[in-house]
């Protein structure tokens, strides 16, 4: 790999790029609200201790160590010698295929913000319903996977990294200054209250950690090996602990501070849109409300709501473009060529064409499939590879682990991430997910 991060920065800021992003904004909001609120928060923080930040630091210190993509060093890997090498490949595609899927439609979310920061700009007064109504976010998502592609050809130092560098920082000051704004709004904490610690029963309810796990799992891009990949350009696997430690924390302070922050507004116009709408309906419709200043706001908002998710897709196109580059060029653009066009059918779901699979519109049933049900399913892919096919005990060692910790080290990754995974798949389909 000889195109690595200049810095440990670089890539913390990259890292964070590719967390935060729609899956905090966008996703984290409607999850939350759905599932007890802020009552959300304890599975969700629980999640991300004993399985999001050890995965972050396994799948990156993996991917320092082998320095080949997540499928060639599993397909190569020499531990447990009686798997054979086609499971082993079917077990390293699976990964692949998730998080492929998930840079189809998180494309076409990330052409939404695009579409409503023009219309802002063109002095219009976007809405969920008018997106529905028409055809020009096609033209957006054509706009955003061509640029993603471009960035993404330029390589880690001379394009994600620049590109991660500015926009990052830039999105937490505004998210910062826009939920000061919405504090000032009337009985803003009273409505926040109301809103957001109604259900505290959900705590109780397997669905809830199921739907924590996953978003963890999304909002943090671990489970899919795209923190893999981001660790085969370090050039010190000793920054990748600390590295893990702040990337959460600034995921979790954003997808906290859009919960509050979009919970608040959609209270201030009466919102009552659920789901997908809640960030693309309450938003929206509260810019809109505030006139001249409000679509100036509005523009900004989902210009930057974009880079944040633009971030995102370039984390996964990446993953996507090594992780199939084993097969050659024309199978890798073939690949791209089909998440375009699967990509276009999200984009369509929510036209007047109304394109459904499985009597539900093709992104929403794309993100259940992929984003919550089978995200665990890849999570726990990732950790067998890492900790059981690949060579973890010289991980601890490439990430600087003193050596009396490597029983613990051992134990952690080998028996206490999978049987969290496993716990949390069994008992949330015992109860029904649904």
């Given at each position: 790999m000889g195109d690595?991060?200049?810095?440990?920065?670089?890539?913390?800021?990259?890292?964070?790029?590719?967390?935060?992003?729609l899956g905090n904004i966008w996703r984290f909001p409607y999850i939350a609200s759905e599932h007890g609120g802020l009552w959300f928060l304890l599975p969700y923080l629980v999640c991300l201790a004993i399985v999001g930040i050890p995965l972050f630091v396994l799948e990156a210190g993996q991917g320092f160590l082998n320095r080949k993509s997540f499928f060639k060093s599993v397909e190569g890997s020499t531990n447990l010698k009686f798997i054979k090498k086609q499971l082993r490949?079917?077990?390293?595609?699976?990964?692949?295929?998730?998080?492929?899927?998930?840079?189809?439609?998180?494309?076409?979310?990330?052409?939404?913000?695009?579409?409503?920061?023009?219309e802002f700009v063109l002095g219009n007064e976007p809405t969920f319903a008018l997106l529905q109504q028409s055809y020009t976010p096609l033209v957006a998502f054509a706009v955003v996977f061509a640029c993603a592609l471009y960035v993404s050809m330029?390589?880690?130092s001379n394009g994600i990294e620049i590109a991660s560098g500015y926009l990052v920082p830039l999105l937490f000051v505004f998210?910062?200054?826009?939920?000061?704004?919405?504090?000032?709004?009337?009985?803003a904490i009273l409505g926040l209250a109301d809103r957001l610690l109604s259900e505290p029963q959900k705590v109780l309810d397997a669905r809830t950690w199921y739907y924590a796990?996953?978003?963890?799992?999304?909002?943090?891009?671990?489970?899919?090996?795209?923190?893999?990949?981001?660790?085969?350009?370090?050039?010190?696997?000793?920054?990748?602990?600390?590295?893990?430690?702040?990337?959460?924390?600034?995921?979790?302070?954003?997808a906290v501070v859009s919960l509050f922050t979009i919970s608040i507004m959609a209270a201030a116009v009466s919102s009552s849109a659920g789901g997908?709408?809640?960030?693309?309906?309450?938003?929206?419709?509260?810019?809109?409300?505030?006139?001249?200043?409000?679509?100036?706001?509005?523009?900004?908002?989902?210009?930057l709501l974009f880079c944040?998710?633009?971030?995102?897709?370039?984390?996964?196109?990446?993953?996507?473009?090594?992780?199939?580059?084993?097969?050659?060029?024309?199978?890798?653009?073939?690949?791209?060529a089909g998440v375009f066009m699967l990509g276009i059918l999200s984009v369509l779901s929510y036209s007047p064409l109304k394109v459904e699979a499985f009597g539900k519109?093709?992104?929403?049933?794309?993100?259940?499939?992929?984003?919550?049900?089978?995200?665990?399913?890849?999570?726990?892919?990732?950790?067998?590879?890492?900790?059981?096919?690949?060579?973890?005990?010289?991980?601890?060692?490439?990430m600087g682990v003193p050596k009396r910790y490597w029983g613990l080290f051992e134990v952690a990754f080998q028996k206490g991430i999978p049987a969290a995974l496993l716990l949390l798949i069994f008992f949330s389909q015992l109860f029904g997910l649904y």
């Open positions: 690595k991060w200049s810095s440990k920065k670089a890539f913390v800021l990259a890292s964070i790029g590719a967390a935060v992003g490949r079917a077990i390293g595609l699976f990964p692949i295929l998730v998080s492929t899927v998930i840079l189809a439609y998180y494309s076409a979310l990330c052409a939404w913000t695009l579409w409503f920061a023009i330029r390589g880690i998210l910062l200054l826009l939920f000061a704004y919405s504090l000032t709004l009337p009985d796990l996953s978003q963890v799992l999304f909002s943090l891009s671990v489970g899919y090996g795209i923190m893999y990949t981001y660790g085969m350009h370090l050039k010190s696997g000793r920054v990748v602990f600390s590295s893990g430690v702040q990337v959460a924390g600034a995921d979790t302070a954003a997908f709408a809640l960030s693309f309906e309450a938003l929206p419709a509260f810019f809109a409300a505030g006139g001249l200043v409000g679509s100036i706001v509005g523009t900004a908002f989902f210009l944040a998710a633009f971030t995102s897709v370039l984390s996964m196109l990446e993953h996507t473009s090594i992780s199939v580059s084993f097969a050659g060029k024309r199978a890798k653009w073939a690949v791209l519109p093709v992104l929403d049933f794309l993100d259940f499939t992929f984003g919550t049900f089978l995200a665990p399913f890849s999570a726990l892919a990732i950790v067998f590879c890492c900790a059981y096919l690949l060579p973890h005990r010289k991980v601890a060692r490439a």
